[in-house]
């Protein structure tokens, strides 16, 4: 066996999520590929968990298609309640975006619907429920490979981060806005954070003692390719070899630390979109945000790739093992709690394909608002952001409030340019993280008419309130 059939064959019986090839370009009379919204029972905590799904016929979860391609599914829905995909990381005709009534109804129980648009560039992205549903993991991976990514010598491996919880999304968000939280509603201060992480970026944080909430809710279990770390997926790899790490945080409330331990790591891509490689062993990865990593493996071994909950000791995380190796018991629970995440990395990013630069035709500024007291959360302007078709949008996003929000723009990917005041041309993105009391501006250009959401990627904090539109005029 040669080493492209080696990897070939890992790709497809072992590559996390079986992720099932890449479509060939439809043609006119191709048939539409089928998805269906199903559900599925895992066994999570030594339970059973009924949760949900997004599978093809064959059973394999997610889809993987190939970039420049058509965009042709048909989604139908098999499970007893209305709802609807929203496809992350595409920018699809705002019609098929996959937001219950923005303006396409939910699917009802038994209903099919085709989708039908161009694939895109190729990247990691992934799609997910855009209501409370998505807590029950209704979210899987959605790969678009290009030419490029076909020619590596390299595997390929999907994770796939969930947090899990027994309780009813809705019990928990009605929790939330009682003041009696989800569970314990951790804060952590400045100088806690300090002794954490003496070298973290605090750069935005000029009241000395303010303290910071971390995490809305203690769940049951974080999950990586719908397993614990008590029991985690152990992907084979060959000795030596070479691994791209395409990783969605598909958790709702959660961000994670992800660690390579002591393998050394490239950053390739984020939010599905090519960076200039930065090299490391821990990169930040927030809600609905991706991390693509390049590995070099040594010549054998097991390798746990963890992904470490903010502000806390639990940890989720899949294993590489070259095949014979020993794989040793991995505790839930680290021996230190994750700092904070911050915006060090997010400085040091650029995009390998920028912006053309072009000075701004509209500016907005929106203020992140919102605490835990009353689990309140909003933005300044509540009322749409009006723009016209071919416009270059900025955005200016400050965080006043205790808690960190990773922002998700609909329909469009956008350009980080300026972190608390201070001018760089810097990753393309569609979700970016802002921490407390950090200011974080973006730039886009408005090429795909619609009314866009725009809201915070944590879950409760969305259903809680922080959502406006980014609305083209002309579009009713």
Request: aromatic content about 6%; overall charge neutral.
């Amino acid at each position: 066996m040669n080493r492209r059939d080696f990897l070939n064959g890992l790709m497809a019986g072992a590559a996390a999520l079986g992720t099932s090839g890449f479509a060939h370009p439809a043609r006119a009379d191709a048939p539409s590929r089928r998805l269906a919204i199903v559900n599925r029972t895992l066994e999570i905590n030594g339970k059973a968990a009924r949760v949900f799904g997004l599978a093809q016929p064959d059973g394999m979860t997610g889809l993987t298609l190939q970039a420049g391609s058509a965009f042709d599914v048909t989604l139908t829905n098999d499970i007893a309640a209305p709802t609807l995909v929203h496809w992350h990381g595409l920018t699809p005709p705002w019609k098929m975006d996959g937001v219950p009534d923005n303006p396409a109804p939910p699917l009802k129980p038994g209903e099919p619907r085709r989708y039908t648009f161009p694939a895109g560039a190729g990247g990691t992205h992934w799609m997910h429920a855009h209501t409370l549903q998505e807590q029950n993991l209704l979210a899987a991976p959605l790969i678009v490979r290009t030419i490029g990514d076909v020619k590596q010598d390299e595997q390929e491996i999907v994770i796939l981060l969930h947090d899990f919880s027994f309780t009813p999304a809705k019990e928990l968000l009605a929790r939330l806005t009682a003041g009696k939280g989800g569970g314990n509603m951790s804060g952590m201060d400045v100088q806690q954070m300090m002794k954490v992480s003496p070298n973290m970026d605090m750069s935005h944080m000029d009241m000395p003692g303010m303290a910071m909430d971390l995490n809305d809710i203690d769940f049951d279990a974080y999950l990586a390719n719908d397993r614990t770390l008590a029991d985690p997926d152990v992907v084979q790899v060959e000795k030596g070899g070479r691994v791209r790490l395409r990783l969605i945080n598909g958790a709702t409330a959660t961000s994670f630390m992800i660690s390579t331990g002591g393998l050394p790591a490239e950053l390739i891509a984020v939010d599905g979109q090519d960076v200039a490689p930065i090299a490391g062993t821990a990169f930040p990865i927030s809600m609905g945000q991706r991390l693509d990593l390049r590995l070099h493996l040594p010549a054998r071994g097991a390798w746990p790739i963890l992904a470490l909950r903010e502000g806390a000791r639990e940890r989720a995380g899949i294993v590489l093992a070259t095949p014979g190796a020993a794989v040793r018991k991995l505790a839930v629970e680290g021996d230190r709690e994750t700092p904070a995440l911050n915006l060090g990395l997010e400085r040091r990013l650029r995009a390998r394909a920028p912006l053309t630069a072009r000075t701004a035709d509209q500016r907005f500024s929106l203020s992140l608002t919102g605490d835990m007291a009353g689990y309140r959360w909003g933005l300044s302007d509540s009322t749409a952001l009006r723009v016209k078709r071919g416009q270059r949008v900025e955005i200016a996003l400050k965080n006043n409030s205790m808690m960190a929000h990773p922002m998700h723009l609909h329909g469009h990917h956008f350009q980080v340019v300026a972190i608390d005041g201070k001018r760089f041309a810097g990753a393309v993105r569609d979700t970016v993280f802002v921490p407390s009391m950090a200011d974080v501006t973006i730039a886009f250009d408005a090429d795909n008419p619609g009314h866009w959401p725009l809201h915070c990627h944590n879950l409760y904090h969305m259903a809680a309130g922080m959502m406006t539109y980014v609305s083209y005029e002309g579009v009713g």
